[in-house]
């Protein structure tokens, strides 16, 4: 997978852990946390665009505090949902 | 920083909106008015600021503009309204997303 379909992938995931931080199902929150992880593990940041290096890096930093944060609430899903969007216009960026 | 927008936003205050979320702007349109409020991390702190202006709910939706792609969305949990005909939180509504491209062209972009 190249790099824009990895960060379109952890957009749509980000798209699911909005919806279940709101039914607060914790199973498919961590399922999500972790597939998403898996594709930031597949980035090639070698070869990422400079573009989108910024996006990347607070991507990286606010998904590790929903990650500890397992107060699964409204703001919570809304931070989710906000990455969705960015990460779905950015990804052509990448 | 939210801003309540009835005419084209300056370029100083695109700037403070376009800060809280690093060129992502959050917006939510008062359909009905043809004003909106732009900024902030939450839709629901732009819905506030409407409603307190006199906005009614029915007629508030939002969405999202992003400046490094000139791209909007129309995907805000504030939109899931079962009793309007909206069950997602993307706008359904064809007409409800042209009026929002209308208003959203003419103060924002």
Known sequence: MTNQDLVLNIAVNMGRLCRFGLEKREGRVKQFITDTEVYLDQINKETLNSKFTRTFEKFQIEFNELKNDANYNYIWAEKALTWANILTHRAKLA | ?109
Request: proline residues 1%; glycine residues 8%.
């Open chain 2, 1 to 109: 920083m939210i801003h309540l927008i009835s005419e084209k936003i300056t370029s100083e205050d695109l700037k403070e909106v376009s800060e809280d979320l690093d060129q992502y702007i959050k917006f939510v349109v008062d359909l009905e008015k043809g004003i909106m409020a732009a900024g902030g991390k939450m839709h629901f702190e732009c819905e506030q600021v409407l409603l307190k202006n006199g906005s009614k709910q029915e007629n508030l939706w939002g969405g999202g503009w992003d400046l490094e792609t000139n791209e909007l969305d129309y995907d805000s949990m504030i939109n899931i309204r079962p009793a309007q005909g909206n069950s997602s939180r993307e706008v359904l509504s064809e007409k409800v997303r042209a009026k929002m491209t209308e208003i959203a062209n003419k103060l924002l972009r």
